[in-house]
């Protein structure tokens, strides 16, 4: 009895583990990565900010995730560092996704139904992080900021 009920209990762990692993496929299957021609219109766009020394995207089609840097020529206070990864997230999908969902002021656009973002800003060459936003796939959830380093006052 005890043979059978480990076998059973063995299985359904398999087809737990299974259908994880299934969904995750076809999660990272419906994933359409950002054009070329978007990032690469963000980055010039985020460039031609007074604030923005440089910047880039990396998209991680693995973990779902878009990431992008903003490097600052010199130190930004808070709102600005806010205002630095709201323009990077509502400018990649508004390059993205053109009048299909376009993004406003309370939706960040259709690209980020099914993309998570991670966005840094930093502080010249790189070693000093001051502000991260994430903002997890969906419609609802809004950007979650994180204070990390020091801004200007």
């Known amino acids: 009895m005890k043979k059978v009920l480990i ?22 299957a419906e994933l359409v990565a950002p054009t070329q021609e978007a990032i690469n219109l963000t980055v010039k766009e985020l460039e031609y900010n007074e604030y923005v020394q440089d910047a880039g995207i990396g998209v991680h089609r693995d973990k779902g995730t878009i990431k992008i840097a903003i490097q600052t020529k010199l130190p930004v206070n808070e709102k600005i560092a806010k205002d630095l990864i709201d323009e990077g997230i509502k400018q990649l999908s508004s390059f993205n996704d053109g009048e299909n969902g376009h993004p406003d002021k309370d939706y960040y ?18 070693s000093k992080l001051i502000f991260q936003g994430d903002k997890q796939a969906g419609k609802e959830p809004h950007i979650t900021y994180h204070h990390i380093g020091s801004t200007a006052e």
Do not use: C, P
Request: proline letters at 0%.
């Open 109 to 126: 656009g259709k690209l980020w139904e099914t993309w998570n973002a991670e966005v840094v800003v930093f502080i010249g060459d790189g």
């Open 7 to 28: 076998i059973i209990l063995i299985g359904i762990i398999a087809l737990g583990i299974f259908i994880h692993k299934y969904n995750l496929n076809k999660k990272q």
